[in-house]
C-alpha cells in the first residue's frame, strides 16, 4: 500500500477480567454478549469485517456470528488452513486449560480431516497457571520456556507433526528456533489474514 499505510483500523476490547468471569463459569452467552457488543461498536465506526486474536473466547462464535452486524474471521479456522496448506496431519494444541480442553480446535480441525492431541490435565493446569499469572503480566522465565519445549516435546512423541501456539502469549517466549516442533502461531497467522481480507476492499 506504500511506506508506512496500511488499512484502517478500529479496535475495542472489554477488559480481560470480564470476560474471564463468564469464561471460568462456563457461560458462553455472556461471553456472547461481551464479543457483541464491541461488534456492534467497530461496526458503527466503520468497521467492514471483526477478528479476535483471544482463541479461548471463540467458543462463543457460533454464538456470535447470526446476530454480529459485520462477519468475523475465525482464528482456528485459518489456522486450520494453513495447517492443511503446509502438509500437516496431527497438531498439539497449547492455550488456556479451557481451549485445550474445549471444542475449538477439534470442530475447526475436523472440518479440514485433521486430528489434535491435547497435553494431560496436570500439564493444562500448568500451562494455563504461566499464561495468567506469569505471561498476561510480563513474565517471561527461562524455567516455564523449557516446560513449554518439553510438552511439545511429548506430543512429538506421540505423533504430532507440528503445534498450534494457541493463546496471544504463548508465542512471546516459545523460541522456534529451538521448539521441538513446527509451530503455527494462532496470533500472526489471524493478522495476516485480517490484511489479506481488509486489502480486499481497498
Known amino acids: 500500500m506504500g511506506e508506512h499505510r496500511h488499512p484502517e483500523i478500529t479496535m475495542h476490547t472489554y477488559p480481560l477480567s470480564q470476560y474471564m468471569v463468564h469464561i471460568r463459569a462456563g457461560d458462553w452467552e455472556k461471553v456472547r454478549q461481551l464479543m457483541l457488543s464491541s461488534a456492534h461498536k467497530v461496526a458503527q465506526a466503520g468497521a467492514d469485517f471483526a477478528i479476535c486474536p483471544d482463541n479461548t473466547i471463540h ?16 482464528i482456528a479456522e485459518l489456522v486450520a488452513k494453513q495447517a492443511r496448506q503446509n502438509g500437516f496431519r496431527h497438531l498439539g494444541i497449547l492455550g488456556t486449560k479451557y481451549l485445550m480442553a474445549g471444542p475449538v480446535y477439534p470442530d475447526a480441525l475436523g472440518k479440514l480431516g485433521l486430528s489434535c492431541a491435547i497435553p494431560e490435565k496436570q500439564a493444562r493446569e500448568r500451562i494455563d497457571n504461566i499464561i495468567f499469572k506469569e505471561l498476561v503480566n510480563g513474565v517471561f522465565t527461562e524455567k516455564s520456556r523449557l516446560y513449554f519445549n518439553d510438552v511439545i516435546g511429548d506430543f ?47
Not at 62 to 71: E, Y
Not at 163 to 174: A, R, S, Y
Open 59 to 74: 467458543q462463543a462464535f457460533d454464538l456470535v456470528v447470526p446476530k454480529s452486524p459485520i462477519p468475523w474471521l475465525h
Open 156 to 202: 512429538k512423541q506421540a505423533g504430532c507433526d507440528a503445534v498450534v501456539l494457541g493463546c496471544t502469549e504463548i508465542p512471546l517466549i516459545v523460541d522456534v528456533n529451538d521448539c521441538p516442533l513446527p509451530s503455527l502461531d494462532s496470533t500472526r497467522l489471524l493478522a495476516r489474514a485480517a490484511l489479506r481480507k481488509a486489502l480486499e476492499t481497498v
